[in-house]
């Protein structure tokens, strides 16, 4: 093993024996539950069961916190509606409840034969690759799509709107992803002599005690706290941490990219930004000041209405602080313009020189270069160039190797520049959580001659589409690495039982992906492969059980060093070298290369012709404790959690409309409309209403897709990319509410 990784020191093995069971130490990524990677530790009855999860002590990221959706994961792992054997049923089928079992051998020669057919007619472009969240399957079915020849790895979600905006963001005005600092790149944590606690984090578009992205625990927000830091939060309704908060702002859904410019503009004319930092280190901050200049903050409070005094009083709190940090979340992507609006809320933390410095924002130590895609040098530049969207949005050809999800599907339907013909689903229901209009996108996926889907149950997109079905392994029941973002740390799931036939999504992926290009895929098992992923930590996939999680070194300051450029320079990784305020990168897109707020397409500010019919401002997919996107809905203790898909609404709007708590509701916006039950609470803005995302109801019938297309909130939003591809207005629209008659 490296000797430049740090480890944590076990009191036990990985595996080990205890009253009657078999215990494993391990790490849950990928399906089901969230993309945290939370420290867990399994019980194995004597039957080969899995019996219990439970929070591991010895982890540093959780000490043995866990959620509902890990404590129930043995409800999940043997549910008597998991998908447990290859399925398959006739084209002409396709949308009845008509399967039939086949071995996987069976399956894997079909999807092969069907496969090879449309790489030969049409090219291997013909077919798409698609995922849902993030997780553990981007490095696997990159390779798979890679290696097959089709260079139309996609997401199916409107403008990529979920995180990879701000990553690509990041990437192009910084070279590099930023991340809080809590003090995760150290097994000692917060007691790290280096370590520094924020004097103020903004908690901005995110609640992070039920869901987050890049390895982030919400109960780290509260550590912090405990150890003085204060917190700001950026949010629509009044959340727990927003009521321990200094400072709450009720920003307007889609408008963050105006209260960031109008405290930039605070924060610059009242000389509280970082001269050192930016005269040395940024570059086109006098450009910048010039746009800021436009955002007085009589204007912004009119935009996002949130009050002068409080704008004042949070860009005051972030200049003034020593240190500061910024946990941000994907409301910030799901925006259309949501590039230029993480360019300006990411800006405020580097005008005022908070970027690799204690307590700050750090970029995380890369543990695995392969987590985000692997293999694209298998694909080929002939391949690479029929990439679809790369023509129309030259952005996703710097660098970021997935086609562009709205061009995806007009392809689909138009057939310019090339027809599609096939489609691999993994770890995806796009019908019922990540596309934009959900029943367009069923037609243009039915348009397909050949779909295959990888998942745990039956849900909507098998229902409706699906001509083979493959069931995938829950973490418990299988091996894996966990990349955690790609950074930080690495970890591995641990294998503990055995559910039917179910094989991991890497083992499928392996085992076709000898099929079809066995060049590409030398390994004889998946832990093989594993190890040849660690090469870079001189760690095999065994090694790394035993220890794990194990932590790569971080210094700060590491600009000052040429440790966070390619070239060894002092600097950034841009074409300056400096962090890049006014972006190159945007400019030679034929971008703004500067931060700009453009209002939200229905809205108050953009369509004020439409209030009179709409007169709510509507916002979804908020989290919820017992469900992530589209999954648990069978999971009969979580769903006793959340039992309906809900509308949440101020009592006093409720009234103006007369809905009573518990009602049915049709939530209706200029496209369509979505069916919820109303949920009065006082934590709501009189003007918005917030709906949940990716119902369905496993319940239903099959043969009706499990009534998706009532309950799904997609139902209201159009397919409609920001300028640069990236970005989408899942988060922010307009509505009108009324309650459903007997019958519907």
């Given at each position: 093993?490296?000797?430049?990784?740090?480890?944590?020191?076990?009191?036990?093995?990985?595996?080990?024996?205890?009253?009657?069971?078999?215990?494993?130490?391990?790490?849950?990524?990928?399906?089901?539950?969230?993309?945290?990677?939370?420290?867990?530790?399994?019980?194995?009855?004597?039957?080969?069961?899995?019996?219990?999860?439970?929070?591991?002590?010895?982890?540093?990221?959780?000490?043995?916190?866990?959620?509902?959706?890990?404590?129930?994961v043995p409800e999940v792992t043997?549910?008597?509606?998991?998908?447990?054997?290859?399925?398959?049923?006739?084209?002409?089928?396709?949308?009845?409840?008509?399967?039939?079992?086949?071995?996987?051998?069976?399956?894997?020669?079909?999807?092969?034969?069907?496969?090879?057919?449309?790489?030969?007619?049409?090219?291997?472009?013909?077919?798409?690759?698609?995922?849902?969240?993030?997780?553990?399957?981007?490095?696997?079915?990159?390779?798979?799509?890679?290696?097959?020849?089709?260079?139309?790895?996609?997401?199916?979600?409107?403008?990529?709107?979920?995180?990879?905006?701000?990553?690509?963001?990041?990437?192009?005005?910084?070279?590099?992803?930023?991340?809080?600092?809590?003090?995760?790149?150290?097994?000692?944590?917060?007691?790290?002599?280096?370590?520094?606690?924020?004097?103020?984090?903004?908690?901005?578009?995110?609640?992070?005690?039920?869901?987050?992205?890049?390895?982030?625990?919400?109960?780290?927000?509260?550590?912090?706290?405990?150890?003085?830091?204060?917190?700001?939060?950026?949010?629509?309704?009044?959340?727990?941490?927003?009521?321990?908060?200094?400072?709450?702002?009720?920003?307007?859904?889609?408008?963050?990219?105006?209260?960031?410019?109008?405290?930039?503009?605070?924060?610059?004319?009242?000389?509280?930004?970082?001269?050192?930092?930016?005269?040395?280190?940024?570059?086109?901050?006098?450009?910048?000041?010039?746009?800021?200049?436009?955002?007085?903050?009589?204007?912004?409070?009119?935009?996002?209405?949130?009050?002068?005094?409080?704008?004042?009083?949070?860009?005051?709190?972030?200049?003034?602080?020593?240190?500061?940090?910024?946990?941000?979340?994907?409301?910030?992507?799901?925006?259309?313009?949501?590039?230029?609006?993480?360019?300006?809320?990411?800006?405020?933390?580097?005008?005022?020189?908070?970027?690799?410095?204690?307590?700050?924002?750090?970029?995380?130590?890369?543990i695995l270069s392969v987590a985000?895609?692997?293999?694209?040098?298998?694909?080929?530049?002939?391949?690479?160039?029929?990439?679809?969207?790369?023509?129309?949005?030259?952005?996703?050809?710097?660098?970021?190797?997935?086609?562009?999800?709205?061009?995806?599907?007009?392809?689909?339907?138009?057939?310019?520049?090339?027809?599609?013909?096939?489609?691999?689903?993994?770890?995806?229901?796009?019908?019922?959580?990540?596309?934009?209009?959900?029943?367009?996108?069923?037609?243009?996926?039915?348009?397909?001659?050949?779909?295959?889907?990888?998942?745990?149950?039956?849900?909507?997109?098998?229902?409706?589409?699906?001509?083979?079905?493959?069931?995938?392994?829950?973490?418990?029941?299988?091996?894996?690495?966990?990349?955690?973002?790609?950074?930080?740390?690495?970890?591995?799931?641990?294998?503990?039982?055995?559910?039917?036939?179910?094989?991991?999504?890497?083992?499928?992926?392996?085992?076709?992906?000898?099929?079809?290009?066995?060049?590409?895929?030398?390994?004889?098992?998946?832990?093989?492969?594993?190890?040849?992923?660690?090469?870079?930590?001189?760690?095999?996939?065994?090694?790394?059980?035993?220890?794990?999680?194990?932590?790569?070194?971080?210094?700060?300051?590491?600009?000052?060093?040429?440790?966070?450029?390619?070239?060894?320079?002092?600097?950034?990784?841009?074409?300056?070298?400096?962090?890049?305020?006014?972006?190159?990168?945007?400019?030679?897109?034929?971008?703004?290369?500067?931060?700009?707020?453009?209002?939200?397409?229905?809205?108050?500010?953009?369509?004020?012709?439409?209030?009179?019919?709409?007169?709510?401002?509507?916002?979804?997919?908020?989290?919820?404790?017992?469900?992530?996107?589209?999954?648990?809905?069978?999971?009969?203790?979580?769903?006793?959690?959340?039992?309906?898909?809900?509308?949440?609404?101020?009592?006093?709007?409720?009234?103006?409309y007369g809905i009573k708590d518990?009602?049915?509701?049709?939530?209706?916006?200029?496209?369509?409309?979505?069916?919820?039950?109303?949920?009065?609470?006082?934590?709501?803005?009189?003007?918005?209403?917030?709906?949940?995302?990716?119902?369905?109801?496993?319940?239903?019938?099959?043969?009706?897709?499990?009534?998706?297309?009532?309950?799904?909130?997609?139902?209201?939003?159009?397919?409609?990319?920001?300028?640069?591809?990236?970005?989408?207005?899942?988060?922010?629209?307009?509505?009108?509410?009324?309650?459903?008659?007997?019958?519907?």
């Amino acid at each position: 093993m490296a000797e430049e990784y740090r480890t944590v020191q076990h009191d036990k093995p990985f595996q080990y024996e205890e009253g009657g069971y078999q215990v494993t130490r391990g790490c849950a990524w990928t399906g089901p539950g969230c993309h945290l990677g939370c420290g867990v530790i399994m019980y194995q009855d004597a039957d080969g069961k899995l019996a219990k999860c439970e929070g591991d002590p010895e982890d540093p990221w959780t000490n043995g916190r866990l959620c509902m959706r890990c404590l129930d994961v043995p409800e999940v792992t043997h549910h008597k509606e998991r998908l447990q054997y290859p399925m398959k049923r006739a084209r002409e089928d396709r949308g009845l409840d008509k399967w039939e079992r086949i071995s996987w051998d069976e399956a894997y020669d079909l999807i092969t034969d069907e496969f090879m057919a449309m790489k030969e007619k049409y090219g291997a472009e013909s077919v798409i690759f698609a995922q849902g969240t993030g997780r553990d399957i981007a490095a696997y079915i990159t390779r798979l799509s890679w290696s097959f020849g089709s260079p139309n790895y996609t997401g199916l979600l409107s403008g990529q709107a979920c995180y990879l905006p701000r990553i690509a963001g990041m990437a192009a005005t910084t070279g590099a992803p930023w991340i809080p600092d809590a003090a995760q790149q150290f097994p000692e944590r917060y007691d790290h002599p280096d370590y520094e606690v924020p004097e103020v984090m903004f908690v901005w578009g995110n609640y992070p005690l039920k869901s987050n992205i890049e390895g982030f625990y919400g109960h780290w927000v509260i550590d912090l706290m405990k150890r003085g830091m204060k917190l700001v939060t950026v949010d629509p309704k009044v959340t727990w941490l927003a009521s321990k908060s200094e400072l709450h702002l009720r920003v307007r859904p889609g408008t963050d990219a105006a209260l960031a410019l109008g405290m930039m503009k605070v924060i610059i004319e009242e000389d509280l930004y970082d001269h050192e930092f930016v005269d040395n280190w940024c570059y086109g901050f006098d450009e910048l000041a010039e746009r800021a200049k436009e955002f007085d903050v009589k204007r912004v409070s009119e935009i996002t209405w949130v009050p002068e005094e409080k704008i004042i009083a949070a860009a005051r709190m972030l200049g003034n602080a020593k240190n500061s940090t910024l946990q941000w979340g994907v409301a910030v992507d799901m925006t259309r313009e949501a590039m230029p609006a993480g360019q300006a809320i990411l800006a405020l933390w580097e005008i005022t020189g908070n970027m690799e410095r204690p307590g700050g924002m750090i970029v995380a130590p890369e543990i695995l270069s392969v987590a985000g895609g692997w293999g694209r040098e298998i694909l080929g530049p002939e391949q690479e160039a029929k990439r679809i969207g790369i023509k129309d949005y030259p952005l996703y050809n710097f660098g970021f190797a997935v086609s562009q999800p709205d061009e995806t599907v007009k392809t689909i339907e138009t057939g310019v520049p090339y027809e599609i013909h096939g489609a691999w689903l993994q770890t995806t229901n796009p019908i019922a959580c990540m596309g934009a209009d959900p029943q367009r996108l069923y037609k243009a996926l039915n348009k397909l001659d050949f779909i295959v889907v990888v998942d745990l149950f039956k849900t909507p997109t098998i229902a409706a589409l699906a001509d083979v079905v493959l069931p995938a392994c829950t973490f418990p029941e299988r091996n894996g690495i966990a990349f955690v973002s790609g950074a930080q740390r690495g970890s591995t799931i641990n294998k503990v039982t055995d559910v039917g036939e179910c094989r991991s999504d890497m083992q499928i992926n392996l085992e076709l992906g000898k099929r079809w290009n066995p060049e590409a895929w030398p390994w004889d098992n998946v832990d093989e492969m594993f190890t040849d992923m660690l090469k870079p930590t001189d760690m095999s996939f065994e090694e790394l059980q035993e220890v794990a999680p194990a932590y790569q070194p971080i210094e700060y300051y590491r600009y000052k060093t040429g440790k966070l450029r390619k070239d060894g320079q002092p600097g950034f990784n841009t074409p300056t070298g400096r962090i890049e305020l006014w972006s190159n990168f945007y400019n030679q897109a034929g971008l703004d290369p500067l931060p700009y707020f453009e209002e939200p397409e229905p809205g108050p500010g953009s369509t004020p012709d439409l209030m009179g019919e709409y007169p709510l401002v509507m916002t979804s997919g908020a989290r919820t404790w017992g469900m992530f996107h589209s999954e648990h809905r069978q999971i009969e203790r979580m769903r006793h959690y959340r039992p309906w898909p809900l509308m949440e609404i101020h009592p006093e709007t409720a009234a103006k409309y007369g809905i009573k708590d518990g009602d049915w509701v049709w939530m209706e916006g200029p496209m369509g409309r979505a069916k919820r039950k109303a949920k009065l609470t006082p934590v709501m803005d009189r003007r918005i209403v917030s709906c949940d995302h990716g119902w369905w109801f496993p319940e239903g019938d099959p043969e009706k897709f499990y009534d998706v297309f009532d309950l799904n909130i997609n139902n209201t939003l159009p397919w409609i990319p920001g300028k640069s591809g990236f970005g989408s207005n899942y988060k922010s629209s307009i509505c009108k509410i009324y309650k459903v008659e007997e019958g519907e």
